[in-house]
C-alpha cells in the first residue's frame, strides 16, 4: 500500500482510507473482519464521524470490534468528524458541542485520542474565535492530535485560519469520476454551455494544493450525492466499458481502476472507501498497486460523460 505523508498530519498514512459509516449494520465479528481486512490489506486511516448511525453506532460498533482484531492502537490512525447534528435538525461547530462531541466519540470508539478530528460540513453560524477555543482546548488535553475540516470552501477555510493555531492539514471532499466537480470547474472555465463550468466550491482542488492541505476524497464508486455505484451499473455502460479494458490490462478489478483514477491525480490525495465486504476491500485496495498513464486518466474521465471543451 502506498503511503503519504500529510503536511504538519500523520506521517505515512495509506493512501486508502477505510470509511466506517455503514459499518452499523454489521455483528460485531463481521466489523472487526472489515477492520482486519483492510489493515492487512495495508490500510492504516480509518474514518468516523459522530453522525454515522444512530447516536454515533459506527463509533460504537468500531470501540466494541476494535479489540477483536488484535491490531494494536497506535499502529492506526483513527479519524473522526463532528457537526452534523442530524437528530436535532442543526450543523452545530460551537465550542461546547465540538467539546462534546469529541468526549462521546473517544468514549464511544474507546480510545485515548483522534489522530485526526474533521470539522464536517459548515455550520452556517460557525464563530471562527470559538472554534479557535475548542481546537486550543483539545490540543491542551491531548485529545485531538491534529485538526482538520471537511466539504469546506476556501474561503471559510481562510477565515478559519485567522483565529485557529493550529495548521488545518485535511479538507474531506466528494470526488468520483461521476461526481467530478472539484476538477471540472477548472477544465471547463468560462464555458457557458455546459454546468460543468459552474464553480460550486470556490476552486477547492488548487486551494487545497497551494496551501498543502491533503484532500481525502469520499465516495469514490458512487454516483449523484448518494446515487449508489456506478461500479457494473448498467447506466453506466460507456464507463464500465472503459474500466473493464484497463482493469484487464492491469489484472484487477474496474473497482481499483475507479480509485486508481483519483489517486492518479497529482494532489496525492486519500480515497476513502466504504464498503463492508471484505472481497470488496481487497479488490480496492489493489488500486494502490496501479500506475495508470496521462492517457488511460483522460480515457476515464471522458468515459463518465465529459468532453474536451
Ligand atoms: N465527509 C463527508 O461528508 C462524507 C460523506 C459520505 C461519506 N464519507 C466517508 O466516505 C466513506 C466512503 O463513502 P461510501 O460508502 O459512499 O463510498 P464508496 O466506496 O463510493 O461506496 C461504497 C458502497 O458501494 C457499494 N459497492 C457496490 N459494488 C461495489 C464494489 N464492486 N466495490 C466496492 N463497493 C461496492 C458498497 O457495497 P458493499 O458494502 O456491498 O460492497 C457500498 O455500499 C464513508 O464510509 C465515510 O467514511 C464522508
Known amino acids: 500500500m502506498k503511503q503519504i505523508n500529510i503536511v504538519n498530519g500523520p506521517q505515512n498514512a495509506s493512501v486508502i482510507i477505510q470509511g466506517c459509516m455503514r459499518m452499523p449494520s454489521l455483528s460485531k465479528e463481521d466489523a472487526a473482519k472489515v477492520i482486519r481486512t483492510a489493515y492487512d490489506c495495508g490500510v492504516n486511516f480509518y474514518d468516523h464521524a459522530t453522525c454515522y448511525g444512530e447516536n454515533g453506532a459506527a463509533e460504537t460498533k468500531f470501540g466494541e470490534s476494535f479489540p477483536l482484531t488484535g491490531i494494536k492502537r497506535e499502529d492506526i490512525y483513527i479519524q473522526s468528524k463532528c457537526g452534523l447534528c442530524f437528530d436535532r435538525n442543526e450543523f452545530d461547530w460551537t465550542k461546547e458541542n465540538i467539546l462534546s462531541s469529541v468526549d462521546d466519540s473517544l468514549r464511544r470508539l474507546q480510545v485515548e485520542y483522534l489522530d485526526t478530528l474533521l470539522l464536517h460540513r459548515p455550520d452556517v453560524l460557525f464563530d471562527p474565535e470559538e472554534v479557535a477555543e475548542a481546537f486550543d482546548a483539545l490540543e491542551k488535553s491531548g485529545k485531538v492530535r491534529h485538526f482538520c475540516v471537511s466539504n469546506v470552501v476556501p474561503m471559510q477555510l481562510e477565515l478559519l485560519k485567522k483565529y485557529v493555531k493550529q495548521p488545518l492539514v485535511i479538507n474531506q471532499l466528494q470526488l468520483s469520476l461521476e461526481q467530478s466537480q ?40 458512487q454516483f449523484g450525492m448518494f446515487g449508489g455505484t456506478f461500479i457494473d451499473n448498467p447506466d453506466f455502460p460507456e464507463l464500465n466499458a472503459a474500466l473493464a479494458k484497463i482493469a484487464e490490462r492491469e489484472q ?41 498513464s496521462h492517457h488511460d486518466w483522460y480515457e476515464l474521465y471522458l468515459a463518465a460523460g465529459k468532453f474536451l471543451p
Request: charged residues 20%; aromatic residues 6%; neutral net charge.
Open 252 to 292: 484487477v478489478s474496474k473497482t481499483a481502476i475507479a480509485i486508481a483514477w483519483i489517486l492518479r491525480h497529482p494532489a496525492k490525495m486519500q480515497a476513502i472507501i466504504g464498503t463492508m465486504n471484505p472481497e470488496h476491500i481487497k479488490d480496492a485496495c489493489m488500486a494502490s498497486k496501479v500506475e495508470l
Open 182 to 221: 472539484l476538477i471540472d470547474q477548472a477544465l471547463y472555465m468560462n464555458n457557458k454551455t455546459t454546468d460543468y463550468s459552474v464553480n460550486r466550491d470556490g476552486n477547492a482542488l488548487d486551494y487545497c494544493r497551494l496551501n498543502d492541505i491533503t484532500i481525502q476524497a469520499w465516495s469514490p464508486l
